[in-house]
């Protein structure tokens, strides 16, 4: 089942807002990822990060690695309309087996008004 | 192909029928991903391919739920008996390798059971 609370569930913002979102787990995770996702499309893949304390940008978007490995952040600045979408963050660590399969977050639903 | 291809993009079926979903991964990923996506929740996780490797069917809901892989390529996820609680978007994803780091998602499948 999910491991993985991501919150908020849902933001209602104006265009130029900046926006705040992130993840707790009770596990630590060997990665973090941060994905978007489009009404009737698959989720794309924004930022990956992959060491404890990591910050990373990918234009107006910044993402962090928490220090205990449990938990990451997703930042959006000067947001715009096309920003609008469903953001999950994905936890990833090897299992015992050896695959790697992520634990998805359950989403943050973002609608940004012009 | 350039992405992750899946069909049908929408299936509408009756409950108690069977349905084949059918995944096209980037050609020569070698691992791919199904998950489920219920509405308003995050992505489950149904089973994962590895090269030549047994599938981990860890997520598997159900045994109507089964899943294979030819020649390392095409996947198809068979349910069978479909329940209404089988509706939902059914994603794959595809990987140059297993390993840590981001996915190509498929558009998904749309099934309706009705």
């Known amino acids: 089942g999910q491991q993985l609370n991501q919150s908020p569930q849902s933001m209602f913002i104006q265009e130029g807002e900046d926006v705040s979102m992130n993840c707790t787990s009770s596990?630590?995770?060997?990665?973090w990822l941060w994905y978007k996702q489009e009404p009737g499309e698959g989720p794309v893949l924004l930022i990956a990060?992959?060491?404890?304390?990591e910050l990373t940008s990918n234009g107006r978007l910044t993402a962090q690695f928490g220090i205990t490995r449990k938990d990451s952040f997703l930042n959006i600045s000067a947001s715009i309309p096309s920003d609008v979408g469903i953001y999950f963050c994905a936890g990833h660590r090897r299992r015992s087996g050896g695959s790697y399969i992520p634990t998805f977050g359950r989403g943050t639903s973002l609608i940004v008004h012009p | 192909g350039a992405g992750v291809s899946q069909s049908p993009s929408n299936k509408v079926t009756e409950k108690g029928k069977d349905v084949e979903l059918r995944c096209d991964p980037i050609s020569g990923h070698t691992a791919l991903y199904w998950y489920r996506q219920s509405l308003g929740q995050g992505l489950e996780f149904l089973i994962y391919?590895?090269?030549?490797?047994?599938?981990?069917k860890s997520g598997l809901p159900s045994d109507r739920f089964s899943a294979e892989r030819t020649g390392g390529s095409v996947s198809t996820l068979t349910i069978q008996r479909t329940q209404q609680e089988d509706s939902a978007v059914y994603l794959c994803?595809?990987?140059?390798?297993?390993?840590?780091?981001?996915?190509?998602f498929g558009s998904g499948t749309r099934l309706t059971v009705v």
């Open positions: 596990s630590i995770f060997n990665t």
């Open positions: 391919f590895q090269g030549n490797s047994a599938p981990d």
């Open positions: 994803a595809s990987s140059l390798v297993a390993g840590p780091g981001g996915y190509t």
């Open positions: 990060l992959y060491k404890a304390g």
